[in-house]
């Protein structure tokens, strides 16, 4: 997944996520119960909401 795919999605996952900001699978999910990615939890899913980790990333087109 690309920068320009996950703008099109409201959520993405935290794998996708931390392959946006180059992390590996194990180093994304530590990353989120440090709370250094954003999620929110829908049931039993984890989820990265997509403006909130381009807020992060400080991708100014995130508040568009």
Do not use: C, H, W
Request: aromatic share 4%.
């Amino acid at each position: 997944m690309d920068l320009e795919q996950a703008r099109k999605q409201a959520t993405i996952t935290i794998e996708q996520a931390g392959q946006l900001i180059g992390l590996g699978r194990g180093s994304a999910y530590a990353a989120a119960q440090r709370g250094e990615i954003p999620t929110r939890r829908f049931g039993r899913r984890l989820l990265v909401p997509v403006p909130a980790l381009l807020s992060l990333l400080g991708d100014d087109a995130a508040s568009n």
